[in-house]
């Protein structure tokens, strides 16, 4: 079964404007963590953010927050304010640790910022 | 610095040829991952090892293999076995304490077939 789930496989956002990408997961852990990588076009996977299952208050980084819904087993990135350099293949993963350790990654969506 | 060194960055296999891929960290983590990428597509599991000398089947195996025999290095060697290894191959590592920390990544290698 898929465990994470992004349904957009691509998107487009002016710039300066904010963007929501979308992430589920399935899991029957209580214990897991929620990420979010970016993946520029020379191919390295930059972390971004963190949101662990029993957190309250939704994570943020800089221009990044997730908003994470757990009833809805939703873990969305916003992106406030995008900049040229944000466009990239964005994926989100899911590990839970205490059950075997692994990294689960959706297929990813590629933002594209115009200018 | 601190971080995960993947090497070569290209690199070219004729058809029947094994070749092994390079993975070296020195962040002292436990555990260590390979994953295969294929052009727009997510990342996919091959195999991960939690510890020193221990190592499990991710979900595409077949054709691949792996050792561990010291906690920074985990390489992986495509075999004549994979029919399609023409792909980007990510090595990744993370502390094994809990959920609660990221994978961090080296810079990849893409394999071509020839």
């Known amino acids: 079964a898929q465990k994470i789930t992004q349904t957009q496989p691509g998107m487009f956002v002016q710039e300066k404007e904010a963007v929501t990408l979308d992430c589920t997961y399935d899991t029957s852990d209580q214990s897991y963590g929620l990420f979010w990588y970016k993946q520029p076009s020379s191919g390295e996977m930059i972390f971004l953010i963190y949101q662990g299952s029993y957190d309250e208050q939704n994570a943020t980084e800089g221009r990044y927050s997730l908003n994470f819904q757990k009833a809805r087993k939703s873990a969305n990135l916003v992106i406030s304010a995008s900049q040229l350099g944000d466009s990239a293949m964005y994926f989100c993963a899911m590990r839970d640790a205490p059950k075997d350790n692994k990294f689960y990654f959706g297929s990813g969506t590629k933002l594209n910022v115009k200018p | 610095d601190g971080g995960i060194t993947q090497s070569p960055k290209y690199l070219f296999r004729k058809e029947g040829q094994n070749v092994t891929l390079s993975c070296e960290q020195n962040l002292n983590h436990d555990a260590m991952y390979w994953y295969r990428q294929d052009p727009g597509q997510g990342l996919r599991l091959i195999y991960y090892s939690q510890i020193v000398n221990d190592f499990q089947k991710g979900d595409i195996a077949e054709g691949y293999s792996v050792s561990r025999e010291k906690k920074e290095s985990f390489p992986l060697t495509v075999t004549s076995a994979q029919k399609n290894p023409t792909a980007f191959y990510l090595c990744?590592?993370?502390?094994?304490?809990?959920?609660?920390?990221?994978?961090?990544f080296g810079q990849g290698t893409r394999l071509t077939v020839v």
């Open positions: 990744a590592s993370s502390s094994g304490d809990g959920w609660n920390t990221e994978a961090f």
